[in-house]
């Protein structure tokens, strides 16, 4: 089964299971909805949780699936080819929305879980545009940026500040070392850039 869509993707990817990226995806969603920008979300790996898939309707989103919708209880153990043929079906349906941004919850961390898959599959990668990545500390987001951009994803990759504590001063080296920023979503004025940046890069790709 193929892919032919063309709606920009933004993906939230992540060190671990349980380092933000529900939350960082409903804040994502509430931002693009506030700038009257009408949104798709799937949630594309993990394991099955109902929560996830309500998340993103309850931040605003016009559509929203979850791979369990399409028969899979977790994308760990399926075989790439039966993982890919549910995501095509997955965004495929996504289309249907007419959205101006779809966002992608990728679960679990970024080297398990067929993430690889996606990211390397050249009918979906084309139309990415960003990645925040969601991590528990810093040495976590370095190690999950390293693989991600080891996969071939060259657009920008964006951070959502460790759940983890981290010391302040972090921040700013952490982020000459991966030349970008970090944004507290949590925060409502770092959010607003985040939003921002990505419609910015949105606006340049067209």
Known sequence: ????????????????????????????????????????????????????????????????????????????????????????????????????????????????????????DPEINHNFVAVVMCSTDYMAAYGAYRFTREQGVAVPILFDAPIGKEAFYRKQSFEGMVSSKVYDVMDVGEKTSLIGRILEIIQDKK
């Open 1 to 120: 089964e193929n892919y032919h869509g063309n709606t920009p993707i933004v993906l939230a990817l992540g060190s671990s299971a349980e380092c933000g990226k529900t939350t960082t995806i409903s804040a994502l969603i509430g931002g693009f909805v506030e700038h009257d920008l009408k949104v798709a979300a799937c949630k594309t790996n993990g394991s099955g949780n109902i929560r996830d898939k309500h998340s993103m309707r309850d931040a605003g989103a016009r559509f929203y699936l979850d791979y369990v919708d399409f028969g899979l209880a977790t994308t760990y153990s399926v075989p790439p080819k039966e993982y890919l043929r549910v995501l095509k079906g997955l965004l495929t349906e996504s289309e249907s929305a007419e959205a101006d941004v779809l966002l992608l919850e990728c679960g679990g961390d970024v080297m398990w879980g067929n993430i690889p898959i996606l990211l390397n």
